[in-house]
């Protein structure tokens, strides 16, 4: 485990002040490096208390249509990892503190060489890296690249999860663990539908990390259904996406509706 | 040096340091039911004699093979063809289709989802769905939808739902993505018929299981006919299911010489191309890890080729460690070069062969003019050149104008 784990801290204060965590996702580079960087601000001004950011890639196939074209905009604009790395740093330097998580797809780790990634990472400020195509059993080269550079290895806990993959699960990830909602891609037309409880209580009986729910999270309702559920938090990525894809025109408005969503998500976790 | 597959660990699924199941986790236990289920099935005399006797008596199996009369100038040398082209549905996919839609029904799944790039694979689905009572969707990209409308026609024909994807390139890859997407939210009803010998294991060893059928055969008929084995096996390859079809049953006879060919559309020295062997790199893409079309970054380059069956910028793992070993060489073979041999084998042997089986006649036929010993050669045809009628007669009437 990494030393000074800023999840932990902010885990530990949250829950000191009976607070769950509100976890907005957006794309690194999504629609250019430099809205990216103010897009990113804007989620952290609005009260976020972690942020998961993608690096772009051409082939996402967890994702639905909003992240997907948030992946085709940001390439467009000649995103890659070196460019991600670079805003990453920034975002970094703006706060301190904020546990940052990556979200991305196996082959942009493996081309840039495993531990080099994973060093890259720890050096421009990331916390946690979760590989979206990246099942437990597979896992074990990422794994150790994770820990050698001090990253936490995110997994994720899917409602079709037998225990053994669970307790698999409690044991090889860090920093939080990524509750799927319900099955498919992410996206808001299909709606969190999962009654987490029975899945979180297991993962809590086989000490997980803290458990954010995710995919569907798109109003303050379910922020809070996910809390009730006994989730420490929760993410959400193509509702906050689709207000960059709403705004592309008007960036200012854009970053004071993301600020504005942002805030509002948090206040359902009070 | 990275390896996903130590010698210690011998995980499944793997074929030397190529393979793996990289899938999101939300996959994994249905290709986990479906590896048991394949793995159980194999062994049931039952399910066996059922997809033998589809495959001989809806199917057509066994196909001929047929010695060229014509088309070879070189005295030294014979070329054989598989006929695949003569296969229930016009091509090999028919074969392991029919297994994976057995499957399907051992699995109590009541839909398939399926994605297709010449339309082969979406023709084979579609009319297995048809026999068996299964619900079909067929993923296709748009741009093979235009230039494949023929196929098309003939899935809705038989029932099929076909949805064009526009993502990305509008080829097999997105078709391929989108195919995922709907799985992964209904993985419990559908059955992902996957179309080739790649993606995340079970899909290479099942696929290979269900296909390799056509080397058999070519290894019984060309003992018949010539008393021995030949020199030279080829296939062209795109995923790679024909090829690793015909290779499978010749691997371990170490005489024969396996040779894969690769699309390189306008060029191997082009980036118009979808020759992954022969010009990708290690990746990982689709499940699985093996050679891969991407830039500096890792992000996925569009593959090129004129047969859109071969346009795929991954390949199936096991092709991957065949060539990693040298068991199996891959070369190019580009379009031009392809649209010959498509028009040399219809004039002098009345057979039109599929574009992506024009591939491997088109080695063929160069590697013949070579030959100083007398040398047997075994063309896999793995599909017929209908689809491609319309497409060909366009590219040709460019050609002429300019």
Known sequence: MSTNNRYQTKFEALLANKQGAFVPFVTIGDPNAELSFEIIKSLIDGGADALELGIPFSDPVADGPVIQKANIRALKANSNTDVCFEILKKVR?????????????????????????????????????????????????FRASAKMAGIDPIFIATPNANNDTLKTCASYGRGYTYLLSRAGVTGTDTQAVMPATSIISKLNEYHAAPSLLGFGISTPEHVKSALDSGAAGAISGSAVVKIIEDNLAEPITMLSELKDFTQKMKAATL | MTSFNNNTDNKPGYFGQFGGMFVPELLVPALK????????????????????????????????????????????????????????????????????????????????????????????????????????????????????????????????????????????????????????????????????????????????????????????????????????????VGGGSNAIGMFNDFIEDESVKLIGVEPAGKGLDSKEHGA???????????????????????????????????????????????????????????????????????????????????????????????????????????????????????????????
């Open chain 2, 33 to 236: 039911q479906l590896e048991q289920e394949f793995n159980d099935a194999q062994k049931d005399p039952e399910f066996q004699a059922e997809f033998t006797a589809l495959l001989s008596e809806y199917a057509g199996r066994p196909t001929p093979l047929t010695l060229t009369r014509n088309m070879v100038k070189n005295p030294k040398v014979k070329l054989y063809l598989k006929r695949e082209d003569l296969l229930h549905g016009g091509a090999h996919k028919t074969n392991q289709v029919l297994g994976q839609a057995l499957l399907t029904k051992r699995m109590g799944k009541t839909e398939v989802i399926a994605e297709t790039g010449a339309g082969q694979h979406g023709v084979a689905t579609a009319l297995a769905c048809a026999l068996l009572g299964l619900k079909c969707k067929v993923y296709m990209g748009a741009k093979d939808i235009e230039r494949q409308q023929p196929n098309v026609f003939r899935m809705k024909l038989m029932g099929a739902e076909v949805i064009p994807v526009t993502a990305g390139s509008g080829t097999l890859k997105d078709a391929v993505n989108e195919a995922l997407r709907d799985w992964s939210a209904n993985y419990d009803k559908a059955h992902y018929l996957l179309g080739t010998a790649a993606g995340p294991h079970p899909f290479p060893t099942m696929v290979r299981e269900f296909q390799k059928m056509i080397g058999e055969e070519a290894k019984v008929q060309i003992l018949e006919t010539e008393g021995r084995l030949p020199d030279v096996v080829i296939a062209c």
């Open chain 1, 93 to 141: 330097e703006y706060n301190k503190d904020i546990p940052i998580g990556l979200l991305l797809y196996s082959n942009l780790i493996f081309a840039r060489g495993l531990d080099k990634f994973y060093l890259d990472a720890k050096q421009a400020g990331v916390d946690s890296v979760l590989v979206a195509d990246i099942p437990l059993h597979e896992s074990k080269l």
């Open chain 2, 276 to 402: 992954t062997l022969c010009k990708g790199t290690k990746g990982l893409l689709h499940g699985a890890y093996t050679y891969i079309m991407q830039d500096d970054f890792g992000q996925i380059e569009e593959s090129y080729s004129v047969s859109a069956g071969l346009d795929y910028p991954a390949v199936g793992p096991q092709h991957a460690h065949l060539h990693e070993t040298g068991r199996a060489q891959y070369v190019g073979i580009e379009d031009d070069e392809a649209l010959d041999a498509f028009q040399t084998l219809a004039k002098n042997e009345g057979i039109i062969p599929a574009l992506e089986s024009s591939h491997a006649l088109a080695y063929a036929l160069k590697y013949a003019e070579q030959q100083t010993q007398e040398t047997i050669l075994v063309v896999n045809l793995s599909g017929r050149g209908d689809k491609d009628l319309a497409h060909v007669q366009t590219v040709l009437a460019e050609k002429g104008a300019k």
